[in-house]
């Protein structure tokens, strides 16, 4: 299955004695519940599949492991939900912190392999950093659940994590020294349900001998516990209860105090990243603006090149045109020329004809005079 490799005989007994105190954190509707039951390989906690948060309250549940080991799995609401309100988020962190008396060994963020971690799931894990400090990225183990969706698509997690992993989600591994899991919460088989609390189980090892044995205690537990205890309250160590009217009102104050400072480190990031992308705007204003005047170029010679492609072929058409128009009348020219020549040659013909008709008639008329003449003659001498 996904998630960090152990020896197949690894054995749950090969865990440290002393008691084991683990909480689960994420968004609602990732799985926390389911997981919880799974790690405790019994189902104590309510889990369903609704839309809408089946936990409502901070609940702890123990068990006993067959080394005999201590277990305590603290499941929590959705905390930093939007939708929670400020005096509910204080009330359940009061709640955890009570049961968590001794500090807290891991802290499971659990994320589902079947949406993409979001900004919610991000902004759920920088709410605890700005409340119980950053340091609480070396007790955090990131939890996979859906590993059965996965199964179902022949994947591993290490396949979900190489198809595009989100910059945020890659960071928050990263930060956590890549500690992950991958659960799968509906299985019915024992061996895998053994092997994958195994593995969660492998994990908080390593997260207790990086953090040298010690539990997580942050300066919010141990304040809370020292200004919220009663001066007269006789309670023996390891199972004294803070007030949880004090600590509600401590607890208050604190988490209105980290806010503020979150607040005022986002307000300021806020800025600089305003500045930033004031910047890059007038930058890329820039960058567009010459892209532009490139673009407004390259078209304009484009439309030159493609008018002056035009104006050419138009002047090719018009040429062709020219010379099949100047080739039809020249022929059109020949032709009446012919015609001309012909008429011409016909009527000096005709003309020729005529001076021979005339010439004849001449010819013929002076005969007639001569004749005329030649008999007036006789008659003159007749008469006489």
């Not at 123990?62 to 603290?74: E, S």
């Not at 090149?305 to 020219?322: D, G, H, I, P, T």
């Amino acid at each position: 299955m996904g998630g960090s490799s152990v020896e197949d005989n690894w054995e749950i007994s090969s865990l440290t004695s002393g008691p084991r105190t683990l909480v689960l954190v994420g968004c609602t509707g990732n799985g926390k519940s389911a997981t919880g039951n799974s790690i405790l390989q019994k189902k104590v906690f309510v889990s369903l599949a609704k839309s809408s948060g089946v936990t409502q309250t901070c609940e702890l549940q123990t068990t006993v492991l067959r080394n005999g080991q201590v277990l305590n799995v603290i499941d929590t609401p959705g905390l930093f939900d939007c939708s929670v309100k400020t005096e509910f988020t204080v009330k359940e962190i009061a709640k955890c912190i009570n049961m968590a008396k001794d500090g807290v060994h891991a802290v499971l963020v659990v994320l589902s392999v079947k949406t993409r971690f979001s900004e919610e799931e991000e902004a759920v894990v920088n709410s605890l950093k700005a409340l119980f400090g950053n340091k609480l990225t070396d007790y955090m183990i990131i939890v996979f659940t859906g590993g059965d969706d996965l199964e179902d698509d022949e994947k591993t997690l290490e396949d979900y994590l190489g198809d595009e992993c989100p910059k945020p989600l890659q960071k928050l591994l990263d930060q956590c020294g890549n500690r992950r899991v991958l659960f799968d919460n509906k299985t019915r088989n024992q061996e895998k349900k053994d092997q994958q609390v195994q593995e969660l189980l492998y994990l908080v090892n390593l997260v207790v001998a990086k953090n040298g044995g010690k539990p997580y205690t942050h300066e919010l537990f141990v304040e809370l516990k020292k200004g919220a205890m009663e001066p007269n309250d006789q309670i023996e160590e390891g199972t004294k209860q803070v007030n949880e009217e004090l600590l509600n009102k401590r607890l208050t104050e604190m988490v209105e105090l980290k806010f503020k400072e979150t607040n005022s480190r986002l307000e300021a990031q806020l800025r600089e990243e305003k500045s930033r992308l004031e910047a890059e705007l007038v930058e890329q204003k820039s960058r567009l603006e010459a892209l532009l005047l490139e673009e407004k170029l390259r078209f304009e010679q484009q439309l030159a090149e493609e008018k002056a492609a035009r104006l050419s072929a138009e002047k090719s058409r018009l040429e062709q045109q020219f010379k099949e128009e100047k080739s039809r009348l020249e022929q059109q020219l020949d032709v009446e020329k012919a015609a001309r020549l012909k008429a011409e040659k016909k009527v000096q013909t005709t003309k020729e004809k005529s001076k021979e008709k005339i010439h004849k008639i001449k010819e013929d008329l002076q005969k007639t005079e001569q004749k005329l003449r030649e008999q007036g003659g006789k008659w003159n001498c007749a008469i006489m």
